[in-house]
Protein backbone atom coordinates (compact mmCIF):
# COMPACT_ATOMS: atom_id res chain seq x y z
CA UNK A 1 0.00 0.00 0.00
CA UNK A 2 1.13 3.18 -0.93
CA UNK A 3 0.20 6.71 0.85
CA UNK A 4 0.71 9.96 -0.57
CA UNK A 5 0.83 13.12 1.57
CA UNK A 6 0.44 16.78 -0.52
CA UNK A 7 1.58 20.22 0.81
CA UNK A 8 2.16 23.02 -0.79
CA UNK A 9 -0.86 24.51 -1.47
CA UNK A 10 -2.59 27.99 -0.26
CA UNK A 11 -3.72 31.14 -1.00
CA UNK A 12 -2.25 33.48 -3.94
CA UNK A 13 -2.89 36.53 -6.19
CA UNK A 14 -3.32 36.13 -9.83
CA UNK A 15 0.40 36.05 -11.12
CA UNK A 16 2.22 34.47 -7.98
CA UNK A 17 3.77 31.42 -7.35
CA UNK A 18 3.29 27.89 -5.60
CA UNK A 19 4.90 24.56 -5.36
CA UNK A 20 3.23 21.96 -4.69
CA UNK A 21 4.71 18.62 -2.75
CA UNK A 22 3.84 14.99 -2.85
CA UNK A 23 5.84 12.72 -0.69
CA UNK A 24 4.91 8.19 -1.25
CA UNK A 25 5.57 6.26 1.16
CA UNK A 26 7.05 2.63 -0.24
CA UNK A 27 9.68 1.60 -2.18
CA UNK A 28 8.05 1.57 -5.67
CA UNK A 29 7.71 5.47 -6.36
CA UNK A 30 10.70 4.90 -8.67
CA UNK A 31 9.27 2.97 -11.16
CA UNK A 32 5.94 4.52 -10.94
CA UNK A 33 4.03 7.35 -13.25
CA UNK A 34 3.45 10.62 -10.94
CA UNK A 35 0.85 12.79 -11.68
CA UNK A 36 -0.81 16.11 -10.35
CA UNK A 37 -4.85 15.86 -10.95
CA UNK A 38 -7.06 19.05 -9.88
CA UNK A 39 -10.91 19.78 -9.69
CA UNK A 40 -12.41 22.65 -9.32
CA UNK A 41 -16.04 23.17 -8.15
CA UNK A 42 -18.37 21.26 -10.29
CA UNK A 43 -15.93 20.26 -12.69
CA UNK A 44 -14.51 16.88 -13.23
CA UNK A 45 -11.04 16.17 -11.89
CA UNK A 46 -8.31 16.97 -14.71
CA UNK A 47 -4.85 16.10 -15.31
CA UNK A 48 -2.87 18.47 -15.11
CA UNK A 49 0.77 16.96 -15.67
CA UNK A 50 2.69 14.13 -14.85
CA UNK A 51 6.21 12.52 -15.17
CA UNK A 52 7.18 8.99 -15.85
CA UNK A 53 10.18 6.53 -14.09
CA UNK A 54 12.23 7.93 -16.59
CA UNK A 55 11.51 12.04 -15.94
CA UNK A 56 9.43 11.89 -19.79
CA UNK A 57 6.89 14.93 -18.45
CA UNK A 58 3.34 15.72 -20.29
CA UNK A 59 1.03 19.09 -19.65
CA UNK A 60 -2.20 20.02 -20.21
CA UNK A 61 -2.65 22.57 -22.94
CA UNK A 62 -4.21 25.27 -20.20
CA UNK A 63 -0.62 24.94 -18.16
CA UNK A 64 1.93 24.18 -20.39
CA UNK A 65 4.67 26.41 -19.80
CA UNK A 66 3.59 27.42 -16.64
CA UNK A 67 3.30 24.95 -14.34
CA UNK A 68 6.97 22.45 -14.04
CA UNK A 69 6.74 19.04 -12.89
CA UNK A 70 9.40 16.84 -11.16
CA UNK A 71 10.73 14.13 -9.02
CA UNK A 72 13.35 13.77 -6.55
CA UNK A 73 13.56 9.61 -6.40
CA UNK A 74 16.01 9.28 -3.23
CA UNK A 75 12.95 11.49 -1.52
CA UNK A 76 10.09 9.68 -3.00
CA UNK A 77 9.16 13.04 -3.76
CA UNK A 78 6.90 14.45 -6.55
CA UNK A 79 7.06 18.23 -6.67
CA UNK A 80 4.75 20.49 -9.18
CA UNK A 81 6.29 24.56 -9.53
CA UNK A 82 3.10 26.83 -10.67
CA UNK A 83 3.88 29.91 -11.79
CA UNK A 84 1.72 32.53 -13.03
CA UNK A 85 -0.76 31.52 -11.13
CA UNK A 86 -4.20 32.37 -12.97
CA UNK A 87 -8.05 32.48 -11.01
CA UNK A 88 -9.12 29.51 -13.17
CA UNK A 89 -5.71 27.59 -11.49
CA UNK A 90 -7.70 27.52 -8.12
CA UNK A 91 -9.05 23.94 -7.57
CA UNK A 92 -8.21 20.78 -5.50
CA UNK A 93 -4.75 19.19 -6.48
CA UNK A 94 -3.97 16.15 -6.29
CA UNK A 95 -1.10 13.72 -6.58
CA UNK A 96 -1.28 10.54 -8.21
CA UNK A 97 0.72 7.29 -8.43
CA UNK A 98 0.16 4.87 -11.65
CA UNK A 99 1.56 1.92 -13.20
CA UNK A 100 2.49 2.60 -16.56
CA UNK A 101 2.88 5.95 -18.78
CA UNK A 102 -1.10 5.51 -19.97
CA UNK A 103 -3.67 8.27 -18.21
CA UNK A 104 -6.44 5.36 -17.69
CA UNK A 105 -7.13 5.58 -13.74
CA UNK A 106 -6.98 1.71 -12.61
CA UNK A 107 -7.93 0.57 -9.25
CA UNK A 108 -4.03 -0.22 -8.43
CA UNK A 109 -3.32 4.03 -8.21
CA UNK A 110 -3.13 5.80 -5.70
CA UNK A 111 -4.71 9.03 -4.44
CA UNK A 112 -3.13 11.75 -2.14
CA UNK A 113 -5.93 13.73 0.11
CA UNK A 114 -5.93 17.10 -2.07
CA UNK A 115 -4.42 20.39 -1.03
CA UNK A 116 -6.43 23.57 -1.69
CA UNK A 117 -5.07 25.92 -4.16
CA UNK A 118 -6.62 29.79 -4.53
CA UNK A 119 -5.19 32.08 -6.71
CA UNK A 120 -6.88 35.49 -6.19
CA UNK A 121 -8.14 38.05 -8.95
Known amino acids: QVQLVESGGGLVQAGGSLRLSCVAS????????MGWYRQAPGKQRELVAR???????RYADSVEGRFTISRDNNKNTVYLQMNSLKPEDTAVYYC???????????????WGQGTQVTVSS
Open 51 to 57: ISSGDLS
Open 26 to 33: GSTFRLRT
Open 96 to 110: NSHRGWDTIIRSDDY
